[in-house]
T-cell receptor
Framework: GIQVEQSPPDLILQEGANSTLRCNFS?????LQWFHQNPWGQLINLFY???GTKQNGRLSATTVATERYSLLYISSSQTTDSGVYFC???????????FGQGTTLQVKP | NAGVTQTPKFRILKIGQSMTLQCAQD?????MYWYRQDPGMGLKLIYY???????DKGEVPNGYNVSRSTTEDFPLRLELAAPSQTSVYFC??????????FGSGTQLSVL
């Protein structure tokens, strides 16, 4: 099955810094989503982005499907950005979405 | 809208017991999913459904069963609980396979 690899596994930032999280996948995909899991365990969908670029406030994401990777950019990070960021991909129209292992982000005040 | 509602939030089972985790959504989503998350790990897909009456196995289906008799409900059944099933279980739904919404999770311990 499709493999999903996220990097870096851990990231520590000072408040106000920018960061880039990466998601590599082993096969062509027609579905890619980014999620944030806050320290209380709640999972929030950030982007549905099988290709192209999207922006939502301080967050933006780019997927280059032909090169099998996606990037999540966080600008001017805040302590509330802390948590785990997951990438999930699907390679067919079956609805099956596979998650990466996540990047744990800690933003220090 | 309540979104995706999971019950119970916490449960402790003895080895060999059975239980059903409930999941309901009120967004008229056709796709529904069950994932488990072990401590410090990512989410593993247990089962998913693309519509009422249709279910399919994910990455880790052994020891679980599901049914999808209505669009709104997608219960997960654990038969003969084992310590390896100690985990946090998340239900999710989406319209087609876009924009997945998650429930708040069920923390299950099997002792």
């Amino acid at each position: 099955g499709i493999q999903v690899e996220q990097s870096p596994p851990d990231l520590i930032l000072q408040e106000g810094a920018n960061s880039t999280l990466r998601c590599n996948f082993s096969d062509s995909v027609n579905n890619l989503q980014w999620f944030h899991q806050n320290p209380w365990g709640q999972l929030i969908n950030l982007f549905y982005i099988p290709s192209g670029t999207k922006q939502n406030g301080r967050l933006s994401a780019t997927t280059v499907a032909t090169e099998r990777y996606s990037l999540l950019y966080i600008s001017s990070s805040q302590t509330t950005d802390s948590g785990v960021y997951f990438c999930a991909v699907g390679s067919s129209n079956t609805g099956k979405l596979i998650f990466g292992q996540g990047t744990t982000l800690q933003v220090k005040p | 809208n309540a979104g995706v509602t999971q019950t119970p939030k916490f449960r402790i089972l003895k080895i060999g017991q059975s239980m059903t985790l409930q999941c309901a959504q009120d967004m008229n989503h056709n796709y529904m999913y069950w994932y488990r998350q072990d401590p410090g790990m990512g989410l593993k897909l247990i089962y998913y459904s693309v519509g009422a009456g249709i279910t399919d196995k994910g990455e880790v289906p052994n020891g679980y069963n599901v049914s999808r008799s209505t669009t709104e409900d997608f219960p997960l059944r654990l038969e003969l609980a084992a310590p390896s099933q100690t985990s946090v279980y998340f239900c999710a739904s989406s319209y087609e396979d876009r924009g997945m919404f998650f429930g708040s999770g069920t923390q299950l311990s099997v002792l």
